[in-house]
C-alpha cells in the first residue's frame, strides 16, 4: 500500500463511492483524485464536485467532464453500426459506457501523476472486469483498487454505519431503506437490478420505469420519424441536422413517449452467474431498427450476412470488457469499411411500445432496382431462364448424395 500515493477515483458522488472515497485516505493513506462523467444520465453533477471538496480533496483534482458527445460518437455510434445485440434482446446500454470512463481515468492518471485507479464495482459483476481490462489495456502498469474485494463492508448497514462514524453525509433516501433497484443511466439507457427484481419471476412494478411510458398508456396516435443517414450514423431527424449526442436524446425522448424500448432480461453474467435486469433504451431501440432498415437496401447481400455472423462475437466483445482488444479494433475496420455507402434515409412509425419501418430511400446508394425486382413486365431486365441451371448445380451435391443412400438401401 505504501507504494501508492496518489489514486483516481470513478466518484459518482453518492453513498457508496462515497464511502471508497473516505476508506482510501484512511486504508492507503493517499491522495485522492475524484472523476465523474456526465454520459447524460440526467442528474446534477455539482453536488459530486462540494462532496469531494468536504473531504479535502483539491479543486485541481476534482474532474467533472462532459463525455456525452465522445460517448455517443465514439461508442455508441460505432457499435450501433454492427447491429449490437447481446443474447438476442440487450442493447448493451451499460456496458459500451465502461471503455470511455476506463479510458478517461487513464487520461487522468497520466496528467496528474497517479499511481493507480479505483473504482466501486462489486466482485459478482461485470464492471470491475471492464474497468480494469479497459485501464490495463491502455497503461499495463497501472495498479487498480477494487474496494469491494477488500474490505469487509459487504453489507448496506455496514456501508450506513461507516459512513455515520466517518461524517460522511447520507440521503434520506438511505436512511430509509435507499432505492428499491440498483440504478446505472447514460444516454443509451437506464438499467434496474435488485431486490424486488431478484425474483425473475416477479414482474418489474410500473412506478420504476422513469423514461418511458407503458405501451398501455402511450398515445393513440402513431407519430413518424424521418432518420437520415451519412455512413452509417443517423446525423438527422426530421430533416434537422444534429449532433451525435442531441440524435440520441431527441430519440430517447420521441420513443419514451410511445412506450418504446423496455426490457426484461436474465442474462449470463462473465463472471458465470444468471442476473435479472429491466432496461429502457428507447433512442437506442430506434436506431437499431432504422439502422438495419437503411442497410437493406445499401448493403450487399453477403456483406450483410457476414455482418449477422460476426455481430455475436462482437457483442459478446464489448459485454464482457473487450472494447480496447485488438480483435475488437479489427472487426471495427472491418465493420466501419462496410458503412461507407450506407447513406438515405429511413421513415418509421412510432406506435405503443412498436416500431414499424415504413419507407427507406437512398438515392446514390441503393442497390435496389425496380426494373429488376417488379412482377410487372421487366423488359428483359432479368433472364428467368438462368434460374434453372442456377438450380441445378446448386442441387448436384444432393442428387449424388439421394442417389448413392438409394444405392446403398
Same mark, same amino acid.
Given at each position: 500500500?505504501?507504494?501508492?500515493?496518489?489514486?483516481?477515483?470513478?466518484?459518482?458522488?453518492?453513498l457508496? %463511492?462515497?464511502?471508497?472515497l473516505?476508506w482510501?485516505?484512511d %486504508?492507503?493513506?493517499?491522495?485522492?483524485?475524484?472523476f465523474?462523467?456526465?454520459?447524460?444520465?440526467?442528474?446534477e453533477?455539482?453536488?459530486?464536485?462540494?462532496?469531494?471538496?468536504?473531504?479535502?480533496?483539491?479543486?485541481?483534482?476534482i474532474?467533472?467532464?462532459?463525455?456525452?458527445?465522445?460517448?455517443?460518437?465514439?461508442f455508441?455510434?460505432?457499435?450501433?453500426?454492427a447491429?449490437t445485440?447481446?443474447?438476442?434482446e440487450?442493447?448493451?446500454?451499460?456496458?459500451?459506457?465502461?471503455?470511455?470512463?476506463?479510458?478517461?481515468?487513464?487520461?487522468?492518471?497520466?496528467?496528474?501523476?497517479?499511481?493507480?485507479?479505483?473504482?466501486?464495482?462489486?466482485?459478482?459483476?461485470?464492471?470491475?472486469?471492464?474497468?480494469?481490462?479497459?485501464?490495463?489495456?491502455?497503461?499495463?502498469?497501472?495498479?487498480?483498487i477494487?474496494?469491494?474485494?477488500?474490505?469487509?463492508?459487504? =453489507?448496506?448497514?455496514?456501508?450506513l454505519?461507516?459512513a455515520?462514524?466517518?461524517?460522511?453525509?447520507?440521503?434520506?433516501?438511505?436512511?430509509?431503506?435507499?432505492?428499491?433497484?440498483?440504478?446505472?443511466?447514460?444516454?443509451?439507457?437506464?438499467?434496474?437490478?435488485?431486490?424486488?427484481?431478484?425474483?425473475?419471476?416477479?414482474?418489474?412494478?410500473?412506478?420504476?420505469?422513469?423514461?418511458?411510458?407503458s405501451?398501455?398508456?402511450?398515445?393513440?396516435?402513431?407519430?413518424?420519424?424521418?432518420?437520415?443517414?451519412?455512413?452509417?450514423?443517423?446525423?438527422?431527424?426530421?430533416?434537422? =441536422?444534429?449532433?451525435?449526442?442531441?440524435?440520441?436524446?431527441?430519440l430517447?425522448?420521441?420513443?419514451?413517449?410511445?412506450?418504446?424500448?423496455?426490457?426484461?432480461?436474465?442474462e449470463?453474467?462473465?463472471?458465470g452467474?444468471?442476473?435479472?435486469?429491466?432496461?429502457?433504451?428507447?433512442?437506442?431501440?430506434?436506431?437499431?431498427?432504422?439502422?438495419?432498415a437503411?442497410? =437493406?437496401i445499401?448493403?450487399?447481400?453477403?456483406?450483410?450476412?457476414?455482418?449477422?455472423?460476426?455481430?455475436?462475437?462482437?457483442a459478446?466483445?464489448?459485454?464482457?470488457?473487450?472494447?480496447?482488444?485488438?480483435?475488437?479494433?479489427?472487426?471495427?475496420?472491418?465493420?466501419?469499411?462496410?458503412?461507407?455507402?450506407?447513406?438515405?434515409?429511413?421513415?418509421?412509425?412510432?406506435?405503443?411500445?412498436?416500431?414499424?419501418?415504413?419507407?427507406?430511400?437512398?438515392k =446514390?446508394?441503393?442497390?435496389?432496382?425496380?426494373?429488376?425486382?417488379?412482377?410487372?413486365?421487366?423488359?428483359?431486365?432479368?433472364?428467368?431462364?438462368?434460374?434453372?441451371?442456377?438450380?441445378?448445380?446448386?442441387?448436384?451435391?444432393?442428387?449424388?448424395?439421394?442417389?448413392?443412400?438409394?444405392?446403398?438401401?
Open positions: 500500500m505504501n507504494d501508492i500515493k496518489k489514486v483516481v477515483l470513478a466518484y459518482s458522488g453518492g457508496d %463511492t462515497s464511502v471508497i473516505k482510501l485516505q %486504508t492507503y493513506q493517499c491522495e485522492v483524485v475524484t465523474t462523467a456526465d454520459l447524460g444520465q440526467g442528474e453533477l455539482d453536488p459530486a464536485r462540494e462532496k469531494a471538496l468536504k473531504f479535502g480533496i483539491k479543486p485541481e483534482q474532474y467533472i467532464d462532459d463525455l456525452r458527445e465522445e460517448f455517443v460518437r465514439d455508441v455510434f460505432p457499435m450501433f453500426r447491429n445485440v447481446y443474447e438476442g440487450y442493447l448493451l446500454g451499460t456496458s459500451i459506457a465502461r471503455p470511455l470512463i476506463a479510458k478517461r481515468l487513464i487520461e487522468i492518471v497520466n496528467e496528474t501523476g497517479a499511481d493507480a485507479i479505483c473504482h466501486g464495482a462489486t466482485g459478482k459483476g461485470n464492471d470491475q472486469v471492464r474497468f480494469e481490462l479497459g485501464a490495463y489495456a491502455l497503461k499495463p502498469d497501472v495498479k487498480v477494487a474496494p469491494w474485494r477488500e474490505w469487509d463492508l459487504l =453489507s448496506r448497514e455496514k456501508l454505519n461507516y455515520e462514524t466517518h461524517g460522511i453525509p447520507i440521503d434520506m433516501k438511505h436512511r430509509q431503506g435507499g432505492s428499491p433497484y440498483s440504478m446505472d443511466a447514460n444516454l443509451l439507457h437506464i438499467s434496474y437490478e435488485g431486490r424486488h427484481l431478484e425474483d425473475p419471476n416477479a414482474e418489474a412494478e410500473e412506478d420504476m420505469w422513469r423514461w418511458t411510458v405501451p398501455e398508456k402511450a398515445p393513440d396516435q402513431a407519430e413518424y420519424i424521418e432518420l437520415t443517414y451519412a455512413k452509417g450514423d443517423v446525423v438527422a431527424i426530421d430533416g434537422q =441536422s444534429m449532433r451525435a449526442h442531441e440524435v440520441l436524446a431527441k430517447n425522448e420521441i420513443g419514451g413517449k410511445h412506450g418504446i424500448g423496455r426490457l426484461d432480461l436474465v449470463n453474467r462473465y463472471v452467474m444468471k442476473s435479472r435486469g429491466c432496461y429502457e433504451t428507447p433512442g437506442g431501440t430506434i436506431l437499431l431498427k432504422g439502422h438495419r437503411i442497410e =437493406s445499401t448493403l450487399d447481400r453477403e456483406v450483410a450476412h457476414l455482418k449477422d455472423d460476426l455481430m455475436p462475437r462482437y459478446s466483445l464489448i459485454y464482457n470488457g473487450y472494447w480496447w482488444s485488438p480483435e475488437r479494433r479489427a472487426l471495427q475496420v472491418l465493420i466501419d469499411h462496410t458503412q461507407q455507402h450506407v447513406n438515405g434515409s429511413v421513415r418509421l412509425k412510432l406506435y405503443k411500445g412498436n416500431v414499424i419501418v415504413v419507407g427507406r430511400d437512398s =446514390s446508394d441503393s442497390l435496389f432496382d425496380s426494373t429488376i425486382a417488379t412482377f410487372e413486365d421487366d423488359a428483359g431486365a432479368y433472364d428467368q431462364k438462368d434460374a434453372g441451371g442456377f438450380i441445378k448445380l446448386n442441387a448436384l451435391r444432393m442428387r449424388i448424395a439421394a442417389k448413392l443412400d438409394a444405392r446403398r438401401k
